[in-house]
């Protein structure tokens, strides 16, 4: 069976019974503290943003040329 699996094989009474799915509440507690999850989103847009100005967009122009304004 794949890990991936939301059922459990009990053996003893040769049943398959789903398993529930853990709760918002549940997932929540085993993620990080939010307000870091938080923060880590803000860096990686500040990072992002930087680098959208870092880069000179005017090297990546196309050339004009006369065939495709037509």
């Known amino acids: 069976m ?3 699996s939301n059922f ?4 003893s009474v040769s049943e398959v019974r ?10 929540s507690r085993e993620t990080a ?5 938080k923060q880590g989103r803000v860096e990686k847009q500040a990072l992002v943003t930087s680098l959208l100005e870092f880069i000179d967009w005017r090297h ?11």
């Open 2 to 4: 794949s890990s991936s």
């Open 8 to 11: 459990e094989l009990d053996k």
């Open 18 to 27: 789903e398993i529930p799915a853990p709760s918002r509440s549940e997932r």
């Open 33 to 37: 503290n939010p307000r870091l999850e």
């Open 60 to 70: 990546l122009e196309l050339p004009e040329s006369d065939d495709h304004c037509q």
